[in-house]
């Protein structure tokens, strides 16, 4: 009697852990000219799209999760459905957190169209945030969760605790901040500031040259331009191809790994190279050349008696090679 009292309880009581109780709720709000859309979420995704229109559409969806403890409290969705914590004020849309004592049970997603001329800022504690279609800055924060932004026309912070970053098309300045993640960019088209604890950065075009860190991971730079660079990691190997124009520096470090150097054959720059273990390889015209020791070379790449632009590069265990 009681091992079969038993085995009934057990799969009630998974059950129960596992409830949910699930609700939605849609909004949408007229506006006229450029939009500022704020939106929190203590839990949950978010995706921001940006439509020709006139009218911010919002869809939400709310999932209850509870412990072994208690039931879902079905109350507590319809609240949320018949009091949405949305707020307008002329084109300020504001999309609140709940705070309420049982909010830490509730999660919830939103999808939302807005028109193009829409500066956001959206912060989900933890869910992924995506966004797509917007001709305005973007300041997008998570604490646990993916970030993925495509055919932003304007400037972007976005920042996350732990997951990726990946961005496309970037008119404007760049920021990006990871605790833990790879971040993957497209194309920026103002100075790139990156940085990462743990995980690879792969950028296929800087137009403003930038800054990057990682704590663990290499960094892949395929063409670089338009301003200076530095570029360091602690562990992993450095792969920079672009055009060094005059009056521009490339600083480049790794505490381990090799770095790999690409530039276009008629490059001219003052150019410092040192390694604490591993050679230095250069298959461009040199002057005034000066190799020190087999881990150290300085000298001018190039042609002209006097460039302007600067190369430096230094790998603590691992080779420098410059093609």
């Not at 091992?3 to 799969?11: D, E, K, Q, S, Y």
């Not at 496309?168 to 833990?180: C, I, K, L, N, P």
Request: net charge negative.
């Amino acid at each position: 009697m009681t091992t079969r009292f038993a085995g009934i309880l057990v799969p009630c009581l998974a059950a129960l852990a596992c409830a949910q109780a699930t609700g939605s709720f849609h909004r949408s709000f007229q506006v006229h000219g450029p939009v500022m859309l704020n939106v929190s979420t203590g839990s949950g995704g978010i995706q921001v799209t940006g439509a020709p229109g006139s009218a911010v559409v919002i869809d939400a969806t709310i999932h209850q999760i509870d412990g072994w403890w208690h039931a879902p409290d079905p109350n507590a969705i319809r609240q949320i459905e018949q009091n949405p914590p949305l707020e307008q004020n002329g084109n300020t849309i504001l999309v609140r957190r709940v705070s309420e004592p049982w909010s830490e049970q509730i999660s919830i997603s939103y999808v939302i169209t807005t028109p193009p001329e829409t500066t956001l800022e959206a912060h989900s504690g933890s869910g992924s945030i995506e966004i797509a279609g917007l001709k305005a800055n973007a300041d997008l924060q998570a604490g646990s969760g993916s970030l993925e932004v495509r055919d932003l026309d304007g400037a972007l912070h976005a920042q996350t605790g732990s997951g990726r970053i990946t961005f496309g098309r970037v008119t404007g300045e760049v920021r990006v901040s990871a605790g833990s993640g790879s971040i993957e960019g497209d194309e920026a088209g103002g100075r790139l500031g990156a940085t990462t604890g743990s995980g690879h950065i792969r950028v296929r075009k800087l137009d403003r040259g930038g800054e990057l860190h990682t704590g663990s991971g290499g960094i892949d730079l395929d063409e670089v331009s338009g301003g200076d660079l530095a570029a360091h990691g602690a562990s992993g190997s450095l792969h920079i191809g672009g055009v060094l124009g005059a009056n521009q520096s490339w600083n480049l470090s790794t505490a381990s790994g090799s770095i790999h150097i690409t530039l276009p054959q008629a490059a001219s720059a003052e150019v410092r190279l040192q390694t604490g273990s591993g050679g230095i390889s250069i298959d461009h015209p040199t002057q005034r050349q000066s190799q020190l020791s087999r881990h150290s070379w300085e000298g001018v790449i190039g042609s002209a008696g006097s460039p302007t632009a600067t190369l430096i590069a230094h790998a603590s265990s691992g080779s420098i090679t410059v093609n």
